[in-house]
């Protein structure tokens, strides 16, 4: 398990308000935009982070976290595990305080690297199914 409850809480709640959601698009039909929607009902700010640097949700969006001009908290990453690891390592460049890789994405390495880093991280896991259960 990539992630315990205390970490995933941590995270969810004490990690910042600002999320960079990378592979969130103006796609309806993806994941991510209905994550990015329940995150949104919860308080968060979505940021998207994708090649076509679209608005999504009425948030700017930009081709990659470099190209974000402020400070993100957390990163989600919806992108294969193939690729997850170079966001995890952009994400702990970028300074953010969490990595948090969706459901079916695992990178053991990326794992070890981003919290060898100090940076907490949950993989394998959706935060719109997490955060509606937090008391």
Known sequence: MYGDEATIRKILTGAGDTWAVVGLSTNRGRAAYGVAEVLRRFGKRVV????????????QGYASLADIPFAVDVVDVFV?????????????AKGARAVWFQLGVVDEAAYDRTRAA????????????EIPRLP
């Open 48 to 59: 998207p982070v994708h090649p076509k640097a679209e608005t999504v949700h009425g948030e």
């Open 118 to 129: 100090g940076v907490e991280m949950v993989m394998d896991r959706c935060p719109a199914i």
């Open 80 to 92: 294969n595990s193939e690729l997850a690891g170079a966001v995890a390592d952009e994400a702990v």
